[in-house]
């Protein structure tokens, strides 16, 4: 019923994950009920029906998201994209909440996104990043972009039309930045 991977995790400063297999199980849904009053289920995903559950991450992904949208804001609005925070992209019963993303401007808001221009992911150790990216691509996000705020670099994949599926380029077509320059300029949290 529940999975928790390496729970130990919490002690050494990274995000253990856990995954509910939710089934009418009324114990589930009760800590899913429980979960969403307290507020605790922000960055809860469900993937194929399966239930993901994401603590909320360090305090140090928090600065690097903000420093991002604080850096990335002006080029985005002039290519056209609307800076936004972590977000539904998907339906109801398959979605992932990325950290930030950028959506064309004037769409409208909503809570589930069938797609986005640009998402952004703030990794933390042993979280779900990386296999988030045959999602994005099958909903035609054309830009990942991974920042690690422990490494203090940022990586930048495009989607391949023809293969539907991210290469890593360290460039983005969408903001005519590089990811090198990103990192270098980025006001990276302290510690």
């Known amino acids: 019923?529940?999975?928790?991977?390496?729970?130990?995790?919490?002690?050494?400063?990274?995000?253990?994950?856990?995954?509910?297999?939710?089934?009418?199980?009324?114990?589930?849904?009760?800590?899913?009920?429980r979960r969403r009053e307290l507020g605790l289920d922000g960055k809860d995903e469900v993937w194929e029906g399966v239930y993901h559950?994401?603590?909320?991450?360090?305090?140090?992904?928090?600065v690097t998201a903000m420093a991002l949208v604080e850096h990335l804001n002006a080029t985005a609005r002039r290519a056209g994209?609307?800076?936004?925070?972590?977000?539904?992209?998907?339906?109801?019963?398959?979605?992932r909440v990325p950290d930030l993303g950028f959506h064309r401007a004037?769409?409208?808001?909503?809570?589930?996104?069938?797609?986005?221009?640009?998402?952004?992911?703030v990794l933390s150790p042993r979280d779900e990043t990386f296999a988030k990216f045959?999602?994005?691509?099958a909903r035609g996000v054309e830009e990942v972009w991974v920042v690690d705020p422990l490494?203090?670099?940022?990586?930048?994949?495009?989607?391949?039309?023809?293969?539907?599926?991210?290469?890593?380029?360290?460039?983005?077509?969408?903001?005519?930045l590089t990811a090198t320059?990103?990192?270098?300029?980025?006001a990276w949290p302290e510690g």
């Open 1 to 33: 019923m529940v999975d928790t991977h390496d729970a130990d995790n919490a002690q050494e400063g990274r995000t253990p994950m856990s995954t509910l297999f939710v089934e009418n199980d009324p114990v589930v849904e009760a800590l899913l009920a």
């Open 53 to 62: 559950v994401a603590p909320h991450e360090h305090g140090r992904n928090g």
């Open 134 to 137: 045959g999602f994005y691509a």
């Open 151 to 176: 490494t203090r670099s940022v990586r930048i994949w495009q989607l391949d039309p023809t293969t539907v599926d991210y290469r890593e380029t360290g460039s983005s077509d969408l903001l005519g």
């Open 81 to 95: 994209l609307q800076p936004g925070g972590s977000f539904n992209l998907g339906e109801p019963g398959d979605f």
């Open 181 to 186: 320059s990103v990192a270098e300029q980025l």
């Open 106 to 121: 004037g769409e409208p808001s909503q809570l589930y996104y069938a797609s986005a221009a640009l998402v952004i992911e």
